[in-house]
């Protein structure tokens, strides 16, 4: 509708520069700046090296969305910014380019949490988000279940990972097997020519006695050793490693876990809508297993598609619309950018 707010919203968590536009759900631009190339020959990312890209990139970012979304500064209604969590140095970069933009253009700035930004996303792609819900974020850093009550006021966290995220071994796992960084796209691709049942991996805190202390917790620090172990017993009898085979056995045993934490979830709360956001859910076997295993339980599953998936300015500006539209107050000018910021707080 054109009498809803126009809001855009910066993203500068981790290596990718996103600004977005919307208008309600309607998404009208999604300028991204990925520095990811300049990371991988490291293996990951370098945090100063991130915040300088993300200084060289934001302006040319910012012209970007808004001649994508034909909207001038001065049509913008209010300006939402990833507060935290995320790399202090990057995040500093899109708070104070935030600020900027509001104090010149005399806008509101709202300080959000980047990973409720991952699940207020999915509106652009199906709009309005039926409360409550469960979420599952899954990405480099985080493996999360969520109780999304008021998306707006906070959510409850169920469960996180207590060691490696699934995006984190992911990465590891193709590093192992001398696939490019980041890890998750070239071991789906690899996945699909391989036999998931082809090596037993294990579960992590799926055991009885794990699920009584840790029913909704994450773990694949395990895993990725079980991982490691098995490519070097090979390597050691000098017999080729078959990546195909370890990439989907290994894809099977994460997307195994977190389909099931959550659906358990789901059911336990008396929930039948579960939303999976982060890089992770661009997986195409965990996109496909959630809504398979969903369906016998009459549980509706949403998954943005995969470009939203990942960091981007649009999920950013999504949840600032939802913010506004439940009449949140703005942030104060001196918003700060904590590295830390829990996930009980959405907006700072």
Not at 191 to 204: M, Q, S, T, V, W
Request: charged letters at 20%; glycine letters at 10%; aromatic letters at 4%.
């Amino acid at each position: 509708m054109a009498d809803e707010p126009l809001i855009l919203g910066i993203e500068t968590s981790c290596d990718e520069t996103g600004v977005g536009i919307v208008r309600g759900h309607t998404l009208l631009a999604d300028a991204l700046a990925s520095s990811v190339e300049e990371h991988a020959r490291f293996g990951g990312v370098v945090p100063e090296v991130a915040s300088r890209a993300h200084l060289e990139a934001i302006v040319p970012t910012m012209d970007r969305a808004l001649t994508e979304a034909g909207v001038t500064l001065a049509d913008i209604d209010a300006i939402a910014v990833t507060s935290g969590p995320g790399l202090a140095g990057a995040l500093l970069v899109g708070v104070a380019a935030a600020k900027g933009y509001a104090l010149a253009a005399e806008k509101p700035v709202y300080g959000v949490n980047h990973l409720a930004a991952h699940v207020a996303v999915d509106t652009l792609e199906h709009g309005p988000l039926p409360e409550p819900a469960i979420a599952l974020l899954v990405s480099g850093g985080h493996s999360s279940l969520l109780l999304v009550d008021d998306l707006a006021r906070g959510v409850t966290p169920l469960g996180a990972t207590i060691d490696d995220a699934a995006g984190e071994a992911f990465d590891k796992v193709a590093r192992l097997l001398g696939l490019p960084f980041p890890g998750g796209p070239p071991i789906d691709r690899e996945a699909r020519a391989g036999d998931a049942a082809a090596i037993a991996f294990p579960r992590g805190l799926t055991a009885a006695k794990d699920l009584a202390a840790h029913r909704y917790d994450f773990s694949f620090s395990g895993l990725k050793t079980a991982v490691a172990r098995w490519v070097e017993a090979r390597q050691r009898a000098g017999e080729p490693v078959p990546v195909a085979d370890v990439s989907a056995s290994f894809q099977e045993a994460v997307c195994d876990v977190l389909t099931s934490k959550a659906l358990a979830a789901c059911r336990a709360q008396g929930i039948e809508t579960l939303v999976i956001g982060g890089g992770v859910a661009a997986n195409s076997r965990l996109r496909a297993m959630a809504e398979q295993r969903a369906e016998k339980y009459g549980i509706q599953v949403r998954v943005p598609r995969p470009k939203l998936c990942t960091d981007n300015g649009a999920m950013v500006a999504a949840l600032g619309s939802h913010l506004v539209a439940a009449g949140v107050a703005p942030s104060r000018l001196d918003l700060p950018a904590d590295s830390a910021l829990p996930l009980t707080t959405v907006s700072v």
